[in-house]
């Protein structure tokens, strides 16, 4: 089977969609202008499990211009946009892929995927890299890519243990992608996804951020900016400290649980809202989760702790509580961004993505003299990439005189 898609009759609406997403990925255009003169992919199977978006389907089409043959698979259940897994089978990419699918079909299309025998693999989330070291170990890629904090975390535990064995690109960890992506990107479309599901008024509500790395400081930034009252739960004092001189108020998640009304985990940790808080919580708080897995929310507690539970709108169930409060759950606990809206917009999937495509012709060339290992991507792409992202929006930078070069290369001036 080429693909397992919901719809194939959606197809040319994904193209629509995909087409217009890569109308505002210029840094991808320029990359894939050269791929197509360049064809550094040329033969190489790439196994891709990714959120199976229009920005993704823009990746897929030019690692194919690169000359590689892709194939998708989704990274998370709930993200795939049937219509653009549509237009990419139709155009002959194999995907794998149905929103809403359950946990074995999840599974089962990653396997669909590495029966391929890829050269290269892309992971969001790790799930690919685990299946890899778990029930794949026959399959021997020459490297493989990480998107997104958790899968980096969990990819590390993978080399501290003395597990990992293939060399992965975090391009989590491109300045290109986490500054931007992960803050600028999540701000934005999880804010999107809690008003697509509820469309509630944010202005003037006490919205708590759990977590305040690079996402939770976007989400918090961007709640600012509506006008809600923003709450931010941490563990880490440095993080708390930046939250509160960013205006901010700083509360345990127990204070914050009692006066909260939109709360959003993006921790990339487990149970950091479980039962102790869902019992505390006001008639009508809004839960949602923004981190890379639902377990960020203890859902079973939530389950339990409910007496009634029934949908109120796309994406929005309520869980009635015993003493009569209900609580409202956002796409399921899943990531709400991708959800219950469209995931981060095109304008910032371009850094991601483009760091993406580099990174795979970067292992195709070295990939195979790379000992297993986590690597970064060299400084030098993340300053191609912001150049060119700068230049797109009309930016200019200066350059440094001789003199000012002088300057800074010498220690013997002083007041
Ligand atoms: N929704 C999306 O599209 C999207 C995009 C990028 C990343 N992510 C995911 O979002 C999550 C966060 O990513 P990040 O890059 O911001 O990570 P990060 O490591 O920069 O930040 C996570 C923060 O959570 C804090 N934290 C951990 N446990 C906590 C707890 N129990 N209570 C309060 N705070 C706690 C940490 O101290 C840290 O400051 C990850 O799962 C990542 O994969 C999602």
Not at 128 to 143: C, D, K, Q, V, Y
Not at 230 to 249: K, Q, T
Request: charged share 25%; aromatic share 4%.
């Amino acid at each position: 089977m080429d693909y397992d898609i919901a719809r194939p009759s959606l197809s040319e609406e994904g193209v629509r969609r995909l087409t217009w997403a890569g109308r505002r990925m210029p840094v991808l255009e320029t990359i894939r202008e050269r791929y197509r003169a360049e064809r550094p992919l040329e033969g190489l199977r790439i196994a891709a499990c990714l959120h199976v978006t229009a920005e993704t389907a823009n990746l897929m089409l030019a690692l194919r211009d690169a000359g590689a043959e892709p194939a998708l698979c989704a990274s998370n259940p709930l993200s795939t946009q049937d219509d653009i897994a549509a237009a990419l089978a139709a155009d002959g990419i194999p995907v794998f892929a149905v929103r809403g699918e359950d946990s074995d079909r999840y599974y089962s299309h990653i396997h669909s995927i590495l029966d391929m025998d890829p050269h290269i693999t892309m992971d969001d989330g790790a799930d690919l890299a685990t299946i890899l070291h778990t029930e794949r170990t026959e399959l021997s890629p020459i490297g493989s890519t990480e998107e997104t904090t958790t899968g980096v975390i969990r990819l590390k535990a993978m080399a501290d243990e003395g597990s990992l064995r293939l060399p992965v690109v975090a391009v989590n960890d491109s300045k290109t992608k986490h500054l931007f992506d992960n803050r600028y990107g999540t701000g934005q479309s999880a804010i999107d996804g809690i008003i697509r599901a509820s469309n509630v008024l944010i202005a003037g509500l006490n919205l708590v951020v759990v977590g305040y790395g690079d996402c939770g400081r976007g989400v918090a930034d961007r709640a600012s900016g509506f006008g809600a009252k923003v709450i931010v739960v941490e563990v880490d004092p440095v993080r708390g400290l930046e939250a509160a001189m960013d205006g901010h108020r700083v509360l345990t998640a127990d204070d914050a649980a009692a006066i909260g009304d939109i709360f959003i985990t993006v921790t990339g940790n487990k149970h950091v809202l479980r039962r102790q808080h869902f019992e505390m919580m006001k008639d009508g708080a809004i839960v949602a989760n923004a981190g890379h897995f639902d377990v960020e929310l203890d859902l079973v507690a939530l389950d339990d702790l409910a007496v009634a539970k029934r949908p109120i709108r796309a994406n929005l169930d309520e869980f009635e509580m015993a003493d009569g409060r209900r609580i409202l759950l956002a796409a399921e606990g899943r990531l709400v961004n991708l959800g219950a809206a469209e995931g981060h917009p095109a304008d910032v999937m371009d850094m991601s993505f483009s760091n993406q495509a580099l990174a795979a012709e970067w292992l195709a060339k070295e990939g195979r003299n790379m000992p297993p290992a986590i690597y970064r991507l060299p400084e030098e792409i993340d300053r191609q990439v912001a150049s060119l992202k700068l230049a797109s929006l009309g930016g200019g930078l200066e350059e440094l005189t001789a003199d000012q070069v002088s300057y800074r290369s010498g220690w013997r001036h002083g007041t």
